[in-house]
């Protein structure tokens, strides 16, 4: 399966307010959703709805689809406050006025999508009380990445290295290479080194002469499909850049869950396999 919204950043701004932030709400209730500048009134299910749109996930089992109900679900949660307002970016959340056109292959996707958000209704993740942040990406490395929150440990994916999109092979010259980082030269891109974190196939940081970036910074300058990569010169003076997965690497593999599906993994178990010891509940 594939997954687009996974080459965005998973941490969306929210406007706080003063009061507690409500744990859940009736499905009915509105939701005040801000993108570009236009405020949409939608109920959750809407909201799920067109968040699911931005993923576009091809053909998904149906204990995948319930868990990205219940990761969708609880980052709505978490961003929302008291006066039920969330401001997405435009690529986040797809309106029902863009979706009309779809094609016939999507509607049933988000006909099955609507059936596994009323299975997990009001079901959201904790940890020690209080709602999670919920990564999700694409493909991991073969193993996700660590996080500095507790319920973001590495966790081994290897359902993931078979994926057909699990290696991106990208190429730069090194104008290109000073294009996107001004300061450089081209005899400090000769000595680039990259640094990953521990025990992790995911780049740290990137050294260009007495420059570091951090590995983050690095990937989206270049627009590179995900956060575990590698580079090496070529013979033809190019720098060559090798992807492993797609995206950030952080939480849920949606394809590492789907594989799981496949031999008979449920949903609260794909979502105790990558977040660890949450707890789910629909208080």
Not at 10 to 20: A, E, M
Not at 56 to 66: C, D, G, I, Q
Not at 126 to 148: D, L, V
């Amino acid at each position: 399966m594939a997954v687009t919204a996974i080459l965005l950043p998973w941490v969306i701004t929210v406007f706080l307010g003063s009061g507690i932030r409500p744990d859940r709400q009736e499905p009915d209730e509105e939701i005040i959703v801000c993108r570009d500048e236009v405020r949409y009134r939608v109920t959750e299910e809407e909201y799920l709805k067109g968040a699911f749109w931005a993923i576009a996930p091809e053909e998904s089992r149906e204990e995948t689809l319930k868990a990205l109900a219940v990761i969708l679900r609880t980052e709505l949660y978490r961003r929302l406050d008291e006066q039920k307002t969330i401001t997405v970016q435009k690529q986040e959340w797809i309106p029902a006025c863009q979706r009309a056109g779809a094609s016939a292959g999507l509607r049933k996707q988000e006909n099955r999508f609507a059936k596994a958000v009323g299975e997990t209704e009001g079901l959201i993740m904790k940890w020690e009380g209080q709602i999670i942040e919920a990564p999700f990406h694409g493909i991991s490395a073969g193993k996700t990445r660590t996080g500095s929150r507790p319920w973001l440990q590495g966790t081994e994916s290897n359902w993931d290295r078979k994926a057909e999109e699990f290696l991106h092979v990208y190429s730069f010259s090194t104008d290109d290479l000073c294009g996107q980082f001004p300061g450089t030269t081209k005899e400090a891109w000769k000595s680039v080194s990259f640094v990953p974190e521990p025990d992790s196939s995911y780049i740290k940081e990137v050294t260009v002469g007495d420059q570091t970036y951090d590995g983050d910074v690095f990937r989206r300058k270049l627009d590179l499909c995900s956060a575990a990569y590698w580079g090496s010169w070529q013979q033809d003076q190019t720098l060559q850049i090798i992807c492993q997965g797609q995206g950030h690497g952080l939480g849920f593999s949606c394809y590492g869950a789907d594989a799981q599906a496949a031999l008979g993994s449920s949903f609260q178990e794909l979502l105790q396999y990558y977040y660890g010891k949450i707890t789910l509940t629909g208080e």
